[in-house]
């Protein structure tokens, strides 16, 4: 008597979903969205060499913006603090080093609305 057997099927976990922002054309990489830490900022070097600041807000929405500070110069956004300003509560980052605000949607200092010079390239972000 012969008995059927089942096919072998091998159990593969689920490919945990990855963050990824968009760069000059592609979409880089960064890490698993539970990696972030709400309210901290993470620095991703970039292809071509630039940096982005990538953030996790309170309601569990990701940003990424450039990690250069438009006054000093210095490579520190990921490092700033995370708040919401205005009516609808806006999420921004304040710099850390002479606490500006960034608007995390728009990339606009909230301190010089009218300076395009002074606004932090923004960044579209998407988990695959």
Known sequence: MTTALAPL???HPAPSPLLEIGHAGAWVPVCAPGALVPGRGVAVLL?????AAVFV?????????????????AYVISRGLLGSAGAERRPFVA?????QRFDLATGVCLDAPDDPALA???HPVRLR
């Not at 807000?57 to 110069?73: K, Q, Y």
């Not at 710099?95 to 606490?99: M, N, Q, V």
């Open 120 to 122: 932090l390239p923004v």
């Open 47 to 51: 292809p071509d060499g630039e940096q």
């Open 57 to 73: 807000d309170r309601h569990g929405d990701a940003h990424a913006v450039g990690n250069r500070d438009p006054f000093t110069g």
């Open 95 to 99: 710099s850390p080093l002479l606490k």
């Open 9 to 11: 099927t091998r159990s």
